[in-house]
């Protein structure tokens, strides 16, 4: 209880701290983007989010994934903070988010799916990669019981999601951690062949990866290396702001289950501070010094 509070409290100075270097950024008009990650969305808690969503569209605004490519080619562009939205896990959820949500506030996002996951075709082969490859077999694990008796997005999904202006994006074949493969041709699998799957099933160049699980226990140098031959843009899940020097680009994970205060805080990048260490050490364990 005590531990509650004080986290709460540190919470809210944290947020404070991180209006005022929002505000700095938006007067200076420095250009920094804030990458959102969504898995799994209930069906009733499309609201809330919509409506946190809403509140950032409205205080900020969201870049589109197309907007993203031209802002690291290079193209001048004064927004101070702007948000971009991005699903893991290829969940039939976020298909239905985008139709019935994203359709509505014009926001495109980027899907990144784990290649194996769609290829299933029982449901029960399904709920088995569900366990073993999102939840490392842990029938305990929070995400496990949001998603246990999920299921994918489909071939067509994609194909609409593709239409209706977003775009996919690798989340590699089978959602293992890619840190702790040894195999040369399991690793090209994991980070090279996904995409050419992706792209000989849905004719689009895939220019995203995102590394399963995304922290410094998943991503090595080895890997990285592989990962940027291949893509334009590769994503962890390490909390932070990301400017044009950006490598490898952080994300802020927000739970749809989680309170509308709670995730606006979060989305709003109270959590930056504590995460510089672990920023830091990403980069020098991937030999990136800028
Ligand atoms: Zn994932």
Redesign the pocket.
Known sequence: MILLFIKQIILNISFLFCKLRNRFYIFFNINRIIILTLHEIPNNNFQDLKNTLNHLKLKHGFISPTDLENFFLGKKMNFGIKYLLTF??GLISNYLFAKNVLSELSISSIFFI?VKFIMLKSKNDQMDFILKN?CDGNQNSIYYNSIKKKHSMSWDNLAELINDGHTIGS?SFN?PNIKQIESEEKLKLEIVKSSDFLNDKLDVKINHFSF?TGTFKAINYKSYLMAQKHYSFIYSNIRGMNSINNKILWRDDIHAFDNSDYNLKVSLGSYHLFYFFKRLRMKLSLKLYV
């Open positions: 893991d896990d784990p999102f989340h959602h399963p």
